[in-house]
């Protein structure tokens, strides 16, 4: 029996008893239906080798169904990073439970009726062994299999059943591709069989927008002050629009660390695998942003990390690599489709690289990401903002076309459209921002003709729309989308902020004192006006980077097929009308989607993010990741 295994040589296996005992025949789910096949031959072809339509697939068994894992130690101090990530179900030897049981993946002998008592057996993962376990199914249990484990001959004549888990995700497929090797070998009248089987774990996936929203996550800030109440206004309202688009789940919060950019320090994903009945047996894997300074990723392991929930987090970052571009705002997912001859059944991962300066996402985690093997990782040029991530930009609709989806892109065109068209009707004088004052800062009081009178907010809007056609032709080369599957969406940008430290978003919010606003939000505010602003940023409209203007309503959640959530855009009100959000509806309504408007001015808008940086969403993994 040939066997296929990528870096690995393997001594050739015996075929057959030549007299005496049937043949060892060991079968996993190699169709992928939820069932071990033992008396037929449904799971017999390509049982050696492993495809994406068709091969044995197994669970990394990272999550923690008792929730046993401690997140600090004996003398009461908190864990380090490592040991928080150290622990899960993998990391011992047991079954915990019968949901630990339910992550094992099932592999069969083929009962041997004619065996002599004398007959024995072997179970030997050889290849693959350092990070796959196998347990053996009896009547006291699941028994991990070792180099001592003995199957009986009463045993392997009812046939057995054994349990395999994986102990970690790919990371680099150099060192391992997921797969491994399991072989059977009976003994009996000094005479050997031996059969294999190849498994790959399941590859650790990213959530598109045609896998339906599940449960909201978000920041919950603490206090009384005017941006505390403002946060809490924010969760108040996010949590209405959940439920009015029939997410019953409540939100999910995190409460420790006061990171308010929910979006940025994780990147909900996911595992599965067929289970009984040809469902799916599913995992959420939470992936940590390649930030090991960034507290709020260990609220996963202390908070979300439990039954049928796993974290992820990369080590090895190296200083030279640019934090803000690890944040997971940084990470969008384009929905599934074929083209050009790749096929990306699972969707495929779109990531920001500044290609001015040659700044990458961490190398860390662009492996872990290709070394899945299923959504290829594409670089978009994000050098033009501030922030550096993808979601300021580009978005992903759920759509009635033959791909099921459109590309939704900011246009600054639109936006710079929208404003000559009002002055032209007379309206120059109406302010730019209809945004009321809040009590520790103004709202800016630009007019539509100051600011169109402002040469760089022109430049830095023809600049934005030259850099935003680029990266739309990449994204229309890489997936075959049309003119006509493009959702163009009114923006404006702006060089309207002084970089903050590493030119990030607020990494943390501290507790702040009554009447108090942070630093960052202020600054950012106070020099939101372009009269303030424009002779001092002094760059060539080539190496400006930008941030949000207008509020970036493509920086905005999905919440159902027909239903977007978008960033209050408080543009100029003429004829009682907010003139950016009339045509934000209109465009989204090229999709089929409905939008609805949540207020973030004061608590995202300023501090250079929007409705999707301070949120996060989980989403159905009940699609089968193999199936087109």
């Not at 065996?115 to 796959?132: I, S």
């Not at 001592?148 to 057995?160: D, F, I």
């Not at 059943?161 to 790919?170: A, K, L, M, Q, R």
Request: include cysteine; charged fraction near 25%.
């Amino acid at each position: 029996m040939a066997l296929t295994v990528i870096g690995a040589v393997l001594a050739p296996v015996s075929p057959a008893f030549a007299t005496g005992p049937p043949r060892a025949d060991l079968r996993a789910d190699v169709n992928r239906d939820g069932r071990v096949d033992v008396t037929g031959a449904a799971d017999t072809a390509g049982e050696d080798s492993w495809s994406v339509r068709r091969g044995a697939v197994f669970l990394p068994n990272i999550d923690d169904d008792t929730r046993r894992c401690a997140v600090k130690g004996p003398d009461g101090r908190r864990l380090p990073d490592a040991k928080l990530a150290a622990c899960n179900d993998a990391a011992d030897i047991k079954v915990n439970g019968a949901d630990d049981a339910a992550d094992l993946a099932r592999v069969r002998s083929v009962p041997m009726a004619k065996l002599p008592d004398t007959a024995t057996g072997t179970l030997k993962v050889v290849a693959g062994g350092k990070k796959t376990r196998v347990f053996v199914k009896r009547s006291s249990g699941w028994t991990v299999v070792t180099a001592r484990t003995r199957l009986s001959a009463a045993e392997l004549r009812s046939g057995v059943e054994f349990g395999v888990e994986g102990t970690d995700v790919i990371r680099d497929s150099a060192a391992w591709d997921g797969r491994a090797v399991i072989r059977l070998t009976v003994t009996a009248g000094g005479k050997s069989a031996s059969d294999d089987v190849t498994l790959r774990v399941a590859p650790l996936l990213t959530h598109h927008h045609l896998q339906n929203a599940q449960q909201l996550m978000v920041t919950k800030v603490p206090g009384k002050d005017e941006y505390a109440r403002g946060q809490q206004a924010f969760v108040k309202g996010l949590a209405a629009e959940a439920r009015s688009a029939g997410i019953n789940k409540p939100l999910l919060t995190f409460d420790k660390y006061g990171d308010i950019w929910a979006q940025d320090f994780v990147e909900p994903g996911y595992v599965s695998m067929a289970g009984p009945g040809g469902r799916r047996q599913a995992m959420r894997v939470m992936l940590r942003s390649a930030q090991a300074d960034r507290e709020a990723g260990r609220e996963l392991f202390e908070k979300l990390r439990g039954n049928g929930v796993g974290v992820v987090q990369v080590s090895g970052v190296r200083d030279s690599e640019e934090w803000t571009l690890n944040s997971m705002g940084n990470l969008e997912t384009i929905p599934p489709y074929t083209h050009g001859g790749r096929s990306f059944p699972a969707g495929r991962i779109i990531m920001g690289e500044r290609k001015d300066s040659g700044s990458k996402p961490a190398k860390a985690m662009r492996t872990l990401l290709k070394s899945q093997g299923f959504q290829d990782p594409l670089l978009l040029d994000t050098s033009w903002l501030h922030v550096g991530h993808v979601d300021e930009f580009v978005q992903f609709l759920p759509a009635g076309t033959p791909r099921g989806w459109k590309i939704a892109i900011a246009d600054p065109e639109a936006g710079l459209r929208l404003l000559r068209e009002a002055q032209e009707a007379g309206h120059g004088r109406t302010r730019m921002f209809s945004v009321p004052d809040s009590q520790d800062m103004p709202a800016p009081k630009e007019t539509i003709a100051q600011a169109l009178a402002s040469k760089w907010l022109m430049a830095d809007n023809t600049m934005a729309a030259k850099r935003i056609k680029a990266n739309l032709e990449v994204l229309q080369r890489a997936t075959g989308a049309t003119d006509a599957e493009v959702v163009r969406v009114p923006a404006l940008y702006t060089r309207g902020t002084e970089e903050g430290e590493r030119g990030e978003r607020m990494p943390r919010l501290t507790r702040m004192g009554a009447g108090e606003v942070p630093d960052a939000v202020r600054e950012y505010g106070q020099q939101k006006e372009l009269t303030r602003h424009a002779d001092r940023a002094g760059q060539a409209p080539e190496t400006v980077m930008t941030s949000a203007y207008v509020p970036g309503a493509v920086n905005g959640i999905v919440l159902g097929r027909n239903r977007y959530l978008a960033p209050r855009q408080w543009g100029p009100v003429i004829g009682g009308k907010d003139i950016f959000t009339s045509a934000v509806n209109a465009a989204y309504a090229g999709a089929g989607m409905k939008v609805s408007y949540l207020d973030d001015w004061y608590t995202y808008h300023l501090g250079q993010g929007e409705v999707h940086c301070g949120t996060n969403t989980l989403r159905d993994a009940s699609s089968a990741w193999w199936k087109p």
